[in-house]
């Protein structure tokens, strides 16, 4: 009887180490955000922390560290301790753009960032000021090869989005095309939806100003159409699959984070994005489409991804920033 009271005692210890020694996260958890609060990237990750905090019950907090286009919050999390505490929400600019744009950054993002799951993929619009005329990509090729020079378009600055994808198209088609650089999203919208400039990207949360003619949609970054705009065809539809950026958010730790805590991430991560709520709330009405991948496939997307960004980046001729 002793003998099996001492075995049933072992048991239950062994039992309590173990689920103690599996219990993740076992502290509070940073979600850090290289943008300033209130855009796009911060949003969704509040949204994320407000309900992996629940998930976890464990303070999950956002810590924005916006500045250099990104680089200050990204190399904050690649010298972070490889605890899975510390978490990078980010765009893809920061992780497959940026190595190609600076002559030197103070990280390798491939080498000292681990990817966890992409969480959204982010469709990008091409858009056109009515009184462009333009109705589709060939109408605008056609334009800015007719008026060399004259057309322009509103970007972020050198090697945004805008930026990229319509110097890719220059170089691909002829199509002169002029940038003009606004500090951010919004101010890029103004300026098209005024008529300052006549071009820019936007997104599906613009359908208002489609439906109402104060913007025309020319083609979608997107590899299927959207709901939103059932007839605005992709790029590849339209005969532009080289312009394709695929945009997306993701999150990534520290390399060197122990393999079973990444997938504990991804797989909370994911169960968030299944949560029909949280998807039709945070994520379909803002236009974006939700992923949750695998960290395994991420890894490869991210990896096919900074090719991408490479090619187009040297491709359109656009200097590295020293």
Do not use: C
Request: hydrophobic share 40%; no cysteine.
């Amino acid at each position: 009887m002793k003998f099996w009271r001492i075995r049933l005692v072992a048991l239950i210890a062994g039992l309590g180490l173990s689920v103690g020694a599996n219990a993740f996260p076992d502290g509070p958890v940073r979600i850090v955000v290289p943008y300033p609060p209130g855009g796009g990237v911060d949003t969704l990750a509040r949204a994320f922390a407000d309900r992996l905090g629940k998930t976890w019950e464990q303070p999950v907090v956002v810590d924005n560290r916006p500045g250099a286009a990104t680089i200050i919050g990204t190399n904050h999390v690649a010298k972070a301790k490889p605890d899975g505490l510390t978490l990078l929400f980010t765009s893809d600019s920061a992780i497959t753009s940026n190595p190609h744009l600076y002559a030197e950054l103070p990280f390798d993002p491939l080498q000292e960032l681990e990817p966890v799951t992409q969480a959204v993929a982010v469709p990008l619009v091409v858009v056109a000021h009515p009184g462009l005329k333009a109705q589709s990509m060939q109408d605008l090729v056609a334009l800015a090869k007719a008026r060399p020079g004259e057309l322009n378009y509103a970007s972020f600055g050198d090697g945004s989005q805008p930026n990229l994808m319509f110097e890719t198209l220059r170089v691909n088609s002829g199509a002169e095309l002029t940038q003009i650089p606004y500090k951010g999203i919004a101010p890029a919208q103004l300026a098209t939806l005024s008529g300052e400039t006549q071009l820019t990207l936007g997104g599906a949360l613009w359908v208002d100003y489609f439906n109402t003619g104060k913007l025309v949609p020319l083609a979608i970054d997107r590899s299927e159409r959207l709901p939103q705009l059932p007839g605005v065809p992709t790029l590849a539809e339209a005969g532009f699959p080289e312009l394709q950026l695929n945009s997306w958010f993701g999150f990534f730790v520290p390399a060197g984070t122990p393999p079973e805590r990444v997938k504990q991430l991804q797989s909370a991560i994911a169960e968030v994005l299944e949560q029909a709520d949280f998807r039709e709330k945070e994520i379909q009405s803002f236009g974006l489409s939700p992923v949750g991948s695998t960290p395994e496939a991420f890894k490869t997307f991210v990896q096919e991804d900074y090719r991408h960004k490479q090619t187009m980046i040297e491709q359109a001729g656009i200097k590295k920033i020293q």
